[in-house]
Structure formats: C-alpha cells, structure tokens
C-alpha cells in the first residue's frame, strides 16, 4: 500500500519507518527542508533506540523516501497520515494548539487525487478529525476521501518496540471502505494477534486522552499514598506490590517520585478537562491528578529543605538527572524544572548532571545552576545529592567515592531506586519517596 506521512516529528518518522517495516511503500513529508536534508545525509532529527536501523533497512529497500514536497506525496497515496505537532496552546490554558493540523488539512486537499483515507494521527481533541473532513471538503469539494482517527501510544525510548508491538491498535472511522483500508494497512499485527479495536472517530480521539489520563491517575494516586506512607510509617514499595499483584490494579504505573512529566501527560490530562469543560462535564478525577502532580513538586522542594537541615540557603545541593525520565534528551515538563528553580531562589548552589539532557537544561534552567560532565564532579562538596531522574549510570554509582567526595552524607533519592537498608549500610542519611528516612550518618535527634 501507498503511505504518505505529514510531519516527520517523533511520532511521523517512527509510524513512517514502522509502516516501511510493515512492507508498505511510505513517503515521509516535512516543510522543514533542514529535517529532510538530516535524513538524506543519513542523519536523523531525533534519537529512539532501534529507529536508524529501520530507517537505513527501508530506505535501501526503497520502500521509505522522504522529502518536502506534498505534491509528490499526495497523489499517488491511499491513506495519508497527519503527525504534525500539537503543542499546548501558547495561551497557557490547556487548549491543545491545532494550527498546524488544520493547514496540514488545507494542503493535503489541493493535492488530492483516487480515494484516499485521511488519518489523524497527532493527539488531538475529540472532534478534530470532523472538522479536517470538513476542511477538506471546502477547499476540495470533488475529493473522494473519508477523514479516520489512529491514535498513537507509543513510549519515548520504547516507540520503535511500541510501533511494531503493541497492546493494542485503535481505529476510528466511519466507512466500511476507510476501514478495509486501515485494517489492510495493520495486517502484519493481525497476524500476531494484537488486538485492533475498530470504533467511531470520536471514540478513537476520546480513548487517546482517557488512557493518558488514567495512567497519569495510577501515578497521581501512587504518590499520595507515598505521602500518606510516610506519615503513618508504611512502605510505599511494599503497599504499590501489594496493589498491584491483584491482576486488576496491576503493577506498572505505581512508582512513585517527583510527578510525572514529558511531552504528553502534562498537556493530555489539560487537554482532557478542558474537552469536559467545553462538554458541561466535570471531569473532578483529572483536575485531582494534575493538582496532585503540582503540589507533589512542591513536597519534593520540602523534602530536600529538610534533607538540608531546614534551610536550602548556602546550602551545595548536587542534582543527578535533569530530564523528565531516563534514556531520554527530552527536558518537557520535567521535574527538574520546577524543583531547581525553588532550590535556587531560596539561596541553594545547585551542580547538576545530566548524560543527555544538560545541553536543553542550560537554556530552560537559572543561569545560578553549575553544569557537571562527571556526576561525580557534581557531586563535589556536596550538603545533599538529590536523584531526580533514574538513570542506570546513577543506579550503579559508586557509594564510597561518594561518600569521600561530599560535604555532607546526605542523600534524596526521589526515584527510590537504592534500599533504606543498603544506603544506611554505606553510611549516608536517606531520604526517599514513601519509605522511612534512615540514618546512616547522624543520629534522627541531630538532623
Ligand atoms: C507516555 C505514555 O506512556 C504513552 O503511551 C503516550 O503515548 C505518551 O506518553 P512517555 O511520555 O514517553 O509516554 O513516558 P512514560 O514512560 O509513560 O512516563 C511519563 C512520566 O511518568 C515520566 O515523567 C515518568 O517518570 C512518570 N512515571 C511513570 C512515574 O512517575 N511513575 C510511573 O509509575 C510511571
């Protein structure tokens, strides 16, 4: 099948490369001539473990071109995927911005030659594919086309995995002719067995947002009973295994930390309610979420003052882990960006590391902020070492250099990836998520 994706962000180039995987004959558009010029120098705009592989296999195969010109793209193609960005509204008010999809919309109309199958992949709000099919019958009115939803669930350092491994594919359409093509379009799945649930458009853009936010709930949920853990003296590890052993709680999305963060929890869950608000819905389940995960950045900020003695002021405070989770460059929304900032402007001297993400953090963090290449470096004379982000460089850290090389044996470990009972072992004092703190170095009475 002939396949032309718009925009080759994260989400288009790895649906372009899968869909090449797949064995079908894919062009991949972008206006952004300098993204195209990456890919034909064989370089890419992104990083995603396993995707240079597919790319450099179907391109050679020639089953996967890229280019900036939709007039090559358009015509020749059955189903044309829109996976441009959309961002939070500029405004600030949870409005997801669809500037983008909707002159996507524009274009791909005046090019539209035999039927073609016009798929909204980006996240969008329910409606959105509506109102492209509408689009596109103003601008084209003689087109023979029918406007689907496909959204997307792909995990950042997993997407390649994701794409070729689902849980589950979700279609929305309304026409038994849009729908053969995508089911045609996903056989290789099929084939594997993987679940492909076929549904109206409005339902399709509607299980994006909803299982963005339910698992955005598990982590919200999590937390406060980390905090509520921390105060009548229970494991918050041993309370999330307890839970999720029983198969309808599950285990994944149950570690606690500094809130979730990245490109799509934060904006999605926003997205969401302001969906319900236009609906005359409450949506009083998600409004909690996204409280809960601002006012747990708050108590991460609290937690590190009392690691510190009560006072950040003067205080070297060693960060490890700036971006919102690990094997990641991306620094959206990431914990980091709250939690600093209120170190810093209560006097703290934060050294942070970071194995990929420092380059974006020295443009979004206050310039106070010493950039380390070395964790330990950071860590230099150091009052607490606070992990932020759960890298695996981090987790085999080595305790007795560490120990050697601060001011003070103070340890925040926001992840909980070390045990109480190992950290104390080493001689620091430790404070994580959910657990009781130990002390390895001072006694509790002269902390
Ligand atoms: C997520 C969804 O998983 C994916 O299906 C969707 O399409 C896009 O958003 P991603 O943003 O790449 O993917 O990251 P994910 O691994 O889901 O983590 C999101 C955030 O939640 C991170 O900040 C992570 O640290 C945090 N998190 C995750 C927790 O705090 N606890 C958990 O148990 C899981």
């Given at each position: 099948m002939n396949v032309a994706i718009i925009g080759t962000g994260y989400v288009g180039l790895v649906s372009g490369a899968g869909f090449a995987e797949f064995g079908h004959r894919v062009v991949c558009v972008d206006k952004d001539e300098s993204k195209i010029m990456c890919v034909h120098n064989g370089d890419l705009p992104i990083y995603e473990p396993g995707l240079e592989e597919i790319v450099k296999r179907n391109r050679q195969a020639g089953r996967l071109q890229f280019t900036t010109s939709l007039e090559e793209a358009i015509p020749g193609s059955q189903v044309v995927f829109i996976a441009v960005g959309t961002p939070e509204s500029r405004r600030g008010?949870?409005?997801?911005?669809l500037t983008y999809v909707y002159e996507a919309a524009r274009e791909i109309a005046s090019f539209l030659g035999n039927y073609t199958v016009i798929v909204v992949k980006?996240?969008?709000?329910?409606g959105t594919a509506r109102q492209v099919a509408r689009i596109v019958r103003e601008v084209n009115p003689g087109a023979e086309f029918d406007v689907a939803s496909n959204p997307e669930f792909l995990r950042e350092g997993d997407a390649v995995f994701d794409f070729l491994n689902p849980d589950r594919v979700v279609i929305g359409v309304e026409s038994e002719k849009a729908r053969r093509i995508l089911l045609d379009l996903y056989r290789p799945l099929q084939k594997k067995e993987i679940p492909i649930l076929v549904t109206g458009v409005e339902t399709a853009e509607l299980i994006k947002y909803a299982s963005n936010a339910f698992l955005a709930t598990k982590i919200s949920f999590i937390n406060e009973i980390a905090n509520l853990c921390e105060e009548v003296g229970a494991d918050v590890q041993d309370v999330a295994r307890g839970m999720g052993l029983d198969q309808r709680i599950?285990?994944?999305?149950?570690q606690p930390g500094p809130g979730y963060g990245g490109s799509c929890f934060p904006k999605d869950t926003k997205a969401l309610l302001r969906i319900a608000q236009e609906s005359g819905v409450a949506c009083r389940i998600v409004e909690a979420v996204v409280e809960v995960n601002a006012a747990q950045r708050a108590r991460m900020v609290r937690k590190i003052r009392q690691a510190l003695g009560g006072s950040e002021a003067g205080k070297v405070v060693a960060v490890l882990g700036l971006t919102f989770?690990?094997?990641?460059d991306d620094m959206r929304e990431a914990p980091s960006l709250t939690i600093i900032p209120a170190l810093v402007e209560r006097g703290a001297l934060v050294r942070a590391h970071d194995p990929q993400g420092m380059k974006e953090a020295r443009r979004l963090l206050p310039s106070e902020v010493l950039f380390c290449d070395d964790p330990y470096e950071a860590c230099s004379e150091a009052d607490a070492v606070v992990l932020m982000t759960e890298w695996n460089e981090y987790k085999n850290i080595d305790l007795s250099r560490l120990k050697r090389l601060v001011r003070k044996p103070v340890f925040v470990d926001l992840r909980n990836v070390f045990s109480p009972g190992d950290m104390e072992k080493a001689g620091f004092d430790y404070f994580s998520v959910g657990r009781k703190p130990v002390y390895g170095f001072s006694s509790p009475a002269c902390s």
């Open positions: 008010d949870g409005y997801a911005d980006s996240t969008v709000p329910v599950g285990l994944k999305f149950l989770k690990p094997d990641t």
